[in-house]
């Protein structure tokens, strides 16, 4: 379809046949342009030369000033207090502006960066040291990324992160993605006998997170009809699945997956240890509203009657988003830790199993990063290995999990794929899930995690465990070889 000056590109809309063409009548360039008018602007130093046809120098206007500034002009405006005069190196405050308000992004503005061959505040090498590596990004327990510090919005801490570390997931805005335009490619995709797959593929394979969920609202708003309706009616399987799944609210998506997790005969553990301990407590708050709203019970009440002793109450200590979010971490504190969790197992007869829940379902990430390296260092055994050791069951496997996923989340995501995909047959669920959650996120780690540890690409391994449009999405969401 054509629109035009929406220019093709990839991933967009494509490049159709009938744009507008040079029309009779139209206004071809004129010799001349306007003529010359009194009370004009003269030209300035500095600025646009004179041009033939332009505007002649005029009594009474504005004279040529030095360096492009505008000083007080008899007649004119006169300087007021407050204005802003040339400033080197940009705009600092003047008398008379606005005072700094409290939670004002500009007021506290980000920290000044350092001169060029200079450590950043808070990295390694900075004075005052600095803080265990963020969640995703495991290590050794040394200096790590900087601490947001300044009070501001989430969006605009997550905006600086990004800087920061870079952004590691696969998919990104498209620029320019109009959602009307968005809707009407996927009603034209599903309209009449058959369906234009790949229309569908190329556009939610090149849309964000927040380009994908608006359109079912703008869809509904320009048809009348559901979208979700209409996709379920048109694709089958797991493309269908996956379809709808990218274009679901995240906090939806994982009630959803929650859901289907506990409902029925048997509990996917593996799902709900997954989505419970790799959201960040807002996330987890979010889910728990949706849970309720959704399907009518709080998601702990759901939890509690489908499973039993420790790994319940692992599981409901994790769904109350309540873990310390701090960056700084007190190394004699996680030495204390490191302590109690062995009195807890390996120097005990027997296990303190809520001696260990309370120290990986309440401690904030760097902090437990740090008591796994005083761990090892203390009793010469990996955390995990002491687990396997004194549990067993799904408290152990709910315990490892936690501790895998806190150590190096992008390694964790990549074991969990590696194992939907592995043997007879493919946990699609699983793989939808990863895919679609982390792929705004850490897919560009888990792709570097799994091919170290697997010897063979996340994308290879798609390929030849995927077939058909179901594939073709995956990739897309995968982003490319290693």
Known sequence: MSYPGYPPQAGGYPPQAGGYPQQPGAYPPQ????????????????????????????????????????????????????????????????????????????????????????????YPGAPGGGNPPMPGYGSAPSSGPVAIAVSIPMLYQWAVMDIIIGFRGTIKDFPSADPLRDVEVLRKAMKGFGTNESAIIELLGNRSMKQRVPLVAAYKTTYGKDLFKDLKSELTGNFENLVIATLMKPSAFDAAELREAIKGAGTDEACLIEILSSRTNAEIGEINQVYKT?????????????????????????CQGNRDERENVDVALAKQDAQKLHAAG??????????????????????????FHEYQQMCGRDIVKSICREMSGNVESGMVA????????????????????????????????IMVSRSEKDMLDIRQEYLKNYQKSLY???????????????LKLCGGSD
């Open 31 to 122: 010799a001349g342009g306007y003529p010359p008018q009194a009370g004009g602007y003269p030209p300035q130093a500095g600025g646009y030369p004179p041009q033939a046809g332009g505007y002649p120098p005029q009594a009474g206007g504005y004279p040529q000033q030095a360096g492009g500034s505008y000083p007080p002009q008899a007649g004119g405006y006169p300087a007021g207090a407050g204005g802003f005069p040339p400033q080197a190196g940009g705009f600092p405050p003047q008398a008379g502006g606005f005072p700094p308000q409290a939670g004002d992004l500009y007021s506290q503005g980000y920290p000044q960066g350092p001169a060029q061959g200079q450590p950043m505040p808070n």
């Open 294 to 318: 959704e399907y009518g019970k709080p998601l702990e009440d759901a939890i509690s009657n489908d499973t039993s002793g420790h790994f319940r109450r692992l599981l409901v200590s994790l």
């Open 346 to 371: 390996e120097n005990k007869v027997g296990t303190d199993e809520s001696q260990f829940n309370a120290i990986l379902c309440a401690r904030s990430v760097p902090h437990l990063r740090t008591v």
């Open 402 to 433: 936690v501790v895998k996923c806190i150590r190096n989340t992008p390694a964790y995501f990549a074991e969990r794929l590696h194992k939907a995909m592995q043997g007879a047959g493919t946990k699609d669920r699983t793989l939808i899930r």
């Open 460 to 474: 290879t391994h798609i390929s030849g465990d995927t077939s058909g449009d179901y594939q073709k999405l995956l």
